[in-house]
């Protein structure tokens, strides 16, 4: 398998960064702002902004032109979800980039048509909802419970860390239609509107200030037409959508890196024929290194799914890559920033704006998120390896 970014990836890439340079100012510094403080919820602002992008028909780079998409390659809709990221931008995380491509997939046409066009329209944003409190890695475990009513199911149950929960509209809801011991072959994958009756949600402040919710369940009634797929055939959309997501952990330690470049040369660390300057100089090298492998990693897998694979193993790599390199070089900036280093983002006196300070504070709740690391390596043995379960 080849990723070979061609001259019309290069092209798109072009237009699509001539299209953002070009974007209203103040709308773009807006969203940049809300979206450093908190990635994972596109507010207001990230609303607006990605519903600006869905006017002028740049979303859905990769949807087939018969959902109102552009039926171009994943590699360009990776390409664009990339740009955006390194802007600092939303690019319709969860929703554009796994429930979406998920739905186009796995859902019947009457759900296509009737959510497709909205997601694309930027109207409709997801949360997703497979943990609780006693099914996180061991996710078959789950048991929320979808019980059957006539033309309904009704929902009861709790679910943990649904990021987004709270600016959400829908949820894309993994719950036990079947036996407890049929494990992930009783689960179904249902859509609810937040708003439905019976859905409560609590925020969760996590370490390092990322926000995520608890989502109780109180007799809420979904149609049966809301169902993805069979009874009890859930588990094959909660995979498929697992592996877009671990695709989208983005180059984020690209910008992290930049944080740290930028503070060393601003206080005069890079400067001079000194063993200190050229330690960091050095290390700074190896953390750009390996920042170009976590996108090759990206792009490899990005390519996976123009050809039609679904990455698996590779979105693992890519996963955990991102998250430990991460915080391998928060940790530099850090520990070279000394006592200051502590101070909080937010603060006018936070040295690198505090974004090292951030990343290394959140980094260990992304060891979690989208599937623990640990999980990630048993999927790369099993996978990648052949390794068995
Ligand atoms: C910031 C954040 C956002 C999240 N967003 C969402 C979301 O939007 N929707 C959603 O549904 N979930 C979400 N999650 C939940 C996330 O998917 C779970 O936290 C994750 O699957 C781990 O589950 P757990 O927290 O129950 O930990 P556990 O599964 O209890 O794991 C605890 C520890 O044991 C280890 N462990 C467990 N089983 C094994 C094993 N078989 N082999 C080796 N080690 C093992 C784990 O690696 C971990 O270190 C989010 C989590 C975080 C932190």
Redesign the pocket.
């Known amino acids: 398998m080849q990723t070979v970014i061609g001259d019309a990836q290069l092209e798109f890439l072009e237009d699509l960064r001539s299209y953002l340079d070009d974007l209203d100012p103040d709308l773009v510094e807006a969203t940049r702002r809300e979206n450093i403080e908190d990635p994972?919820q596109p507010r207001e602002h990230g609303r607006r902004f990605l519903r600006r992008l869905a006017a002028d028909g740049r979303l859905g780079v990769s949807w087939p032109t018969e959902h109102g998409g552009q039926g171009r390659s994943e590699l360009e809709h990776w390409l664009f979800a990339e740009e955006l990221y390194s802007r600092r931008l939303p690019n319709g995380l969860?929703t554009l980039n796994v429930v979406g491509p998920t739905l186009a997939l796995m859902g019947d046409e009457a759900q296509r048509a009737e959510y497709l066009p909205q997601i694309l329209a930027g109207d409709i944003v997801f949360?997703?909802?497979?943990?609780e409190?006693?099914?996180?890695?061991?996710?078959a475990a789950l048991r929320t419970r979808a019980v059957r009513s006539g033309d309904e199911y009704i929902v009861n149950g709790q679910?943990?860390?649904?990021?987004?929960?709270s600016v959400a509209t829908h949820y894309w809801l993994?719950a036990r239609t079947g036996a407890p011991e049929d494990r992930h072959r009783g689960i179904s994958v249902f859509i609810v509107p937040m708003d439905a009756p019976g859905i409560t949600v609590t925020p969760i402040i996590?370490q390092g200030g990322?926000r995520?919710t608890a989502v109780f369940l109180d007799d809420v009634r979904i149609p049966v037409s809301q169902r993805i797929g069979g009874e009890n055939e859930g588990w094959a959309a909660v995979v498929c959508a697992l592996n877009f997501e671990r695709m989208f952990f983005h180059n984020e330690p690209r910008w992290e890196l930049r944080q740290l470049a930028d503070w060393a040369a601003a206080a005069d660390l890079l400067e001079g024929d000194t063993a200190a300057a050229h330690s960091l100089q050095e290390t700074i090298g190896e953390h750009a290194v390996d920042v170009e492998i976590c996108r090759l990693f990206a792009l490899r897998g990005a390519s996976m799914l123009t050809e039609g694979v679904v990455p698996m193993a590779e979105a693992s790599a890519n996963k955990i890559w991102w998250g430990e390199l991460r915080q391998r070089i928060c940790d530099t900036g850090l520990d070279h920033i000394g006592v200051t280093g502590t101070i909080a983002h937010g603060s006018p006196h936070a040295p690198a704006h505090g974004h090292l300070e951030h990343g290394l504070q959140s980094s260990p709740?992304?060891?979690?998120?989208?599937?623990?690391?640990?999980?990630q390596l048993?999927i790369i043995a099993e996978q990648r390896l052949g390794m068995p379960r």
């Open positions: 994972m969860l949360a997703i909802g497979y943990s409190p006693d099914a996180g890695s061991d996710l679910k943990m860390w649904t990021t987004g929960g993994a996590t990322e995520t709740v992304w060891r979690f998120g989208g599937g623990t690391n640990e999980i048993d």
